[in-house]
């Protein structure tokens, strides 16, 4: 919102900044002076390099496209913790199995009949560990 004072350089930033995180954004400008607001439309439009897309009334609509975000990928980052169910047979015959909500970490695997064994560490070559 642009009030009486115009556009202030803390404005100008909030606009940047909406700009990059949404691409679209409304901004209403408070003053009745219609060639005013028509020069800030367009000031705005090419001090932020966005399109000037629509004009109505107290209401200035500007499009800039996202710039592409980076993907952090982490090395050391670990897959998060997953629930399976496991079903247990009883050694009689008769009775319903019983069924067993586990978590599984990240380190950590589901092994036959239900267990849950934590992966090894791996080996480090005998040069490598001379290095250290």
Known sequence: MIGNDGV???VSKEIDSALN???LIKVRV???DRIQRESIFHDLA???NAAAIQHIGKLLVFWRPQPEKEKKS???KMPGPREFKVLKYSSRGGQRPEMKRVTILGNQRLAAGGQVKRAKPKQKSIKKKNQI
Request: zero cysteines; glycine letters at 14%.
């Open 46 to 48: 090419n001090q932020h």
């Open 8 to 10: 202030t350089p803390s």
């Open 74 to 76: 982490d090395q050391e």
């Open 30 to 32: 408070l003053g009745d």
């Open 21 to 23: 995180s949404h691409g």
